[in-house]
């Protein structure tokens, strides 16, 4: 037998794994995208916005959920004098406020309102697109403007993941390639972004914290570490203005959410979970891990850090409801593997099958024989993502890995060379 045989043999076996588990065919299928004529690029974009725009209007026309309640009246309360943050639980800090009010105060009728929220929401959803697209990832863009899972949260549920997480992302790509130069105004505008990315609602609340840990000059980091807490720091304080200061900041940063901690029901014994839930373990569980998993990732640039960041944060959330699916789902177009495609899949047929959410025909008629109980749905969708951000944080190693791998041996030619 041929000597290359075995090493043959084990190269298949390592493209059929990278192929079942890394979606390595993803990748080349984005490079081969990226390949096309620029022409050809801006059709396949364009189709793919006017679609996913097309899709959010309907979307938006559906009947609206509690989130949109709340929207009404908080921007009716703010319009009436009265405190939204007492009167009816408004946990986030002003901006969103503002310009829900300011909605309100155009909007002729709830119709109008609701449109006017959609379109805002659209036109982030478009920009992280065209963030994505900036980066290099078109077929990321595409998969994320047109997957069921932006569609609902946008257009039906109306939340403001789409605003936060965009604001984040330019703020990063502006930071792309920046670490050993000088600070400028460009890493002041990214950094003041990065802040208003948390002053609408914090996604990214300790994002700041993986910049301080990334490596490069102090002085940019100190900068990057600060800035966006001082800006959301402001946003707190000018809500003082109008309203109780204890009762803003209790809303704001005592709000614990639906509180299921996915992680600690999916990890811990059944008989310990309630308790550790109870004495609020999962806050400073997703603290530690969140901070402690910056190091796997400090070496990339920070837009793929924020990627990672996002994928990161709701792996260890201490509480998950529909919006949150948004938060990681440009880092799945980018990153898409076995766990991901899962989890997207399983997303999908949950909210675009829910008689309250898309209600898609199909869909609707799958979904109450897979998604039986949505109190327990994100804990059935934990471990496939858990595999995904496993694969991922894998898959970035080797690349790490292969990266060093040829930088050593192009300066081993150069030495034989010389």
């Known amino acids: 037998m041929s000597s290359s045989a ?47 725009v097309a899709a959010r209007m309907w979307a938006q026309s559906l009947p609206g959920n509690w989130d949109f ?23 986030y800090p002003p901006p969103w406020l503002a310009v829900l009010t300011g909605f309100q105060a155009a909007a002729t009728d709830e119709t109008q309102f609701r449109l006017m929220i959609a379109i805002l929401l659209t036109l982030t959803d478009v ?12 077929l990321a863009g595409v998969l994320f403007i047109l997957s069921p899972i932006s569609i609902a949260i946008s257009g039906q549920h109306q939340q403001v993941e789409s605003i936060a997480l965009f604001l984040a992302f330019a703020g990063a790509l502006m930071l792309s390639g920046r670490s050993q130069r000088p600070i400028s105004g460009v890493d002041w505008v990214a950094a003041l972004l990065i802040g208003l990315s948390l002053a609408f609602k914090p996604v990214f609340l300790l994002f700041p914290l993986w910049l301080l840990i990334r490596r490069g000059p102090l002085a940019r980091r100190l900068l990057l570490g600060a800035v966006p807490f001082a800006v959301l720091g402001a946003s707190v304080l000018a809500a003082f203005l109008a309203y109780p200061p204890a009762e803003v900041i209790q809303r704001i940063f005592g709000h614990g959410g639906t509180n299921n901690a996915p992680l600690i029901n999916a990890l811990v014994p059944n008989q310990l979970a309630p308790w550790v839930i109870e004495v609020g373990g999962p806050k400073v569980i997703f603290v530690v891990l969140l901070v402690l998993s910056a190091w796997l990732f400090r070496n990339l640039d920070v837009f793929e850090m924020s990627l990672a960041y996002t994928v990161s944060a709701v792996l260890f959330a201490w509480a998950m409801a529909n919006q949150y699916l948004l938060t990681p789902m440009a880092a799945v177009a980018v990153y898409l593997n076995i766990g991901f495609v899962v989890w997207l899949l399983l997303s999908t047929i949950y909210l675009g099958g829910a008689a309250d959410i898309l209600n898609i025909w199909g869909l609707r008629e799958i979904q109450p024989h897979i998604m039986l109980d949505w ?11 858990l595999i995904g951000w496993v694969v991922m944080v894998i898959g970035m190693l080797k690349h790490r890995v292969n990266q060093d791998q040829n930088g050593a041996s192009r300066m081993r030619s150069h030495d034989v060379a010389d």
Do not use: E, H, M
């Not at 309640?69 to 946990?91: E, I, K, M, R």
């Not at 920009?127 to 078109?138: E, K, P, Q």
């Open 375 to 385: 109190t327990k749905v994100f804990q059935d969708l934990f471990p496939w993502f």
């Open 127 to 138: 920009g992280i697109c065209l963030l994505l697209v900036r980066r290099g990832y078109l």
């Open 6 to 52: 075995p090493a043959d043999a084990a190269s298949r076996r390592n493209s059929l794994l990278g192929s079942l588990v890394f979606f390595d065919w993803w990748i080349r299928l984005q490079q081969r995208v990226a390949g096309l004529t620029s022409t050809q690029r801006r059709s396949v974009l364009g189709i793919a916005i006017a679609l996913g």
């Open 69 to 91: 309640g709340q929207w009404v009246n908080v921007s009716n309360a703010a319009l009436a004098g009265v405190d939204p943050y007492a009167t009816y639980g408004y946990n």
